[in-house]
């Protein structure tokens, strides 16, 4: 029943920008937290945005500055805008939420970005 639908990735030049999305359906996003993860190949997933069901955002320290969260209540979809991209943000995002009382949590598949010099 739950699902986390993520588009927005391919492949991108040093430098440019993208916009990953997450659709969810059978949870409202309003009232998760919601995060983005990535992970590289050969390395563990890593924790890269979060915001929380206050709205509060985090970021991980290697993309403070370049990636912004957010969230549409009207189209139950959270983002990740991405710009400045360096080689090193090469990995599969995945959108992840979790529900702030039971602690239940949800993945979305994955969406690969791949940044070229």
């Known amino acids: 029943q739950v699902q986390l639908v993520e588009s927005g990735g391919g492949l991108v030049q040093a430098g440019g920008s993208l916009r990953l999305s997450c659709t969810a359906s059978?949870?409202?996003?309003?009232?998760?937290?919601m995060a983005w993860h990535r992970q590289a190949p050969g390395k563990q997933r890593e924790l890269v945005a979060t915001?929380?069901?206050?709205?509060?955002?985090v970021y991980t320290d290697s993309v403070k500055g370049r990636f912004t969260i957010s969230r549409d209540n009207a189209k139950n979809t959270v983002y990740l805008q991405m710009n400045s991209l360096e080689l090193e943000d090469t990995a599969v995002y995945s959108c992840?939420?979790?529900?702030?009382?039971?602690?239940?949590?949800?993945w979305g598949q994955g969406t690969q970005v791949t940044v070229s010099s």
């Open positions: 992840y939420a979790e529900n702030a009382l039971s602690k239940r949590g949800y």
């Open positions: 059978g949870i409202i996003v309003s009232i998760y937290n």
């Open positions: 915001i929380t069901r206050g709205g509060n955002v």
